[in-house]
């Protein structure tokens, strides 16, 4: 199934109320009833399961989950990943890592979403390994590729004088 928020029009990170509007939005464009040419109507038929399975997908992994015991429930790697673009969208990198850590099987994509979660977190020597298992796993990725180099740099930068100083102030002044 492609990704239920790109078939709405949506961004990974859109909420309940966000894809229901959309949802609405793209019902009133394509609805089989509106239209009387047999042959475009099966289209829109088509056109219409899409957008069905669309947005019940997306109400799933936009609604929160509720918090049972400490076991959490495992998801599929793209689940993972759109959770975690989700919490990496508002701003909550540890959210987002606990939304890949859901995931047992990973991904070239799990992998890249690791390394920008860890990026955020400025854990370079990390996420460079994380990028560098993408790159891995598709070595033909230049994205995956991209990321492992600003990984590797951000690090070299991180060790200098000026990189460990600049650590030691942000760290102060966050307590």
């Not at 961004?11 to 949802?23: L, Q």
């Not at 540890?94 to 990973?106: Q, V």
């Not at 990028?131 to 033909?140: I, Q």
Request: glycine share 4%; with cysteine.
């Amino acid at each position: 199934m492609n990704n239920p928020f790109e078939v709405l029009g949506l961004k990974g990170w859109a909420g309940p109320d966000e894809i229901r509007n959309a949802y609405r939005t793209l019902v009133k464009q394509c609805h089989p009833d509106m239209i009387r040419d047999p042959s475009e109507k099966e289209a829109a038929q088509t056109r219409m399961v899409a957008l069905n399975l669309a947005y019940e997908e997306a109400l799933r992994l936009a609604s929160p989950r509720p918090h049972s015991s400490s076991v959490t429930p495992e998801v599929s790697c793209a689940e993972a990943v759109l959770l975690a673009q989700r919490a990496m969208a508002r701003d909550n990198p540890e959210g987002a890592l606990r939304a890949l850590s859901r995931c047992e099987e990973k991904s070239g994509e799990w992998y890249y979403m690791q390394g920008k979660v860890l990026m955020a977190l400025e854990e370079y020597e990390s996420a460079h390994q994380a990028f560098r298992e993408a790159v891995r796993t598709s070595p033909e990725n230049n994205v995956y590729r991209e990321g492992a180099l600003d990984a590797a740099v951000a690090s070299q930068k991180a060790a200098t004088i000026q990189g460990k100083a600049k650590k030691v102030l942000k760290n102060l002044f966050r307590k």
